[in-house]
């Protein structure tokens, strides 16, 4: 009896070592990291009336760490975290700023100091596979998280007839809403399981920034424009990183 079991054991432990060996050949997971060039995308990057957020945002840069754990040769789940830091532009601020000086019927000259726009995101999501030779390509769409922080905008105008100087200052502010995302990869061997790694991504959601005020101040003349608003915030990340299979 001990012999005649000792044969379906061995056959068991065979045939699991076999698709084990299969599996870990044909799914494997791969973990990569990326950097590159940031664009906003949205309302934040292009101008438009009665929105002094509209064309805020500029270029600049992302970090982004990805984590692909395959399901089959062709599929897999894919999550990744990604922060972005983007330049600011004071010009939508400074027009604002001239509305508020035609009331006092003078011309400022506008010195500006303003901070960083800040955006981050958790996704996850199905990936799929094409695959070259040791070469991959990698398409993904995924939901998650996103956070982003506006920035502070502060701008002091000199008067060309004199006078006080007025300033006028934009508070920072955060907001988080659901995000979606969708991009691709191109990897590419370097040595055993070590690859180089191009790749693009398109991050965004309708995110509201609350109680913002914009706030002018000269002397006793005050003024303050609450905007309270929601509006597409997102960005394209191009870069390029490394990523080891295993």
Not at 61 to 72: T, V
Not at 83 to 92: E, G, R
Not at 109 to 118: G, P, T
Not at 130 to 148: C, D, F, P, S
Request: with cysteine; glycine share 12%; charged share 15%.
């Amino acid at each position: 009896m001990k012999i005649s079991l000792r044969y379906p054991a061995l056959s068991i432990l065979f045939f699991a070592l076999i698709c084990g060996r299969s599996y870990g050949q044909n799914t494997r997971s791969f973990l990569s990291v990326t950097a590159g060039y940031s664009l906003p995308v949205g309302e934040l990057a292009r101008e438009k009336l009665d929105d002094p957020f509209s064309g805020l945002a500029g270029s600049g840069y992302f970090g982004q760490a990805n984590f692909d754990f395959r399901l089959s040769r062709g599929f897999g789940l894919r999550a990744s975290g990604s922060m972005n830091l983007n330049t600011t532009i004071s010009q939508p601020i400074v027009d604002k700023a001239n509305d508020y000086a035609e009331v006092l019927n003078e011309t400022f000259l506008w010195d500006a100091k303003v901070s960083k726009w800040k955006f981050n995101a958790l996704m996850i999501g199905p990936a799929f596979y094409l695959n070259m030779g040791r070469a991959q390509i990698e398409v993904h769409g995924q939901v998650g998280k996103i956070w982003a922080d506006s920035p502070s905008v502060n701008l002091v105008g000199i008067s060309e007839a004199g006078g006080e100087p007025i300033t006028v200052d934009l508070k920072p502010a955060s907001t988080s809403a659901l995000g979606l995302s969708g991009g691709a990869s191109l990897r590419f061997p370097i040595v055993g399981n070590l690859f180089f790694q191009l790749s693009g991504d398109v991050i965004g959601g309708q995110a509201e920034l609350k109680d913002v005020t914009i706030r002018a101040v000269r002397g006793s003349f005050e003024f303050a424009e609450p905007i309270s608003e929601k509006r597409f915030v997102g960005v394209v990340n191009v870069g390029a990183g490394l990523g080891i299979a295993f």
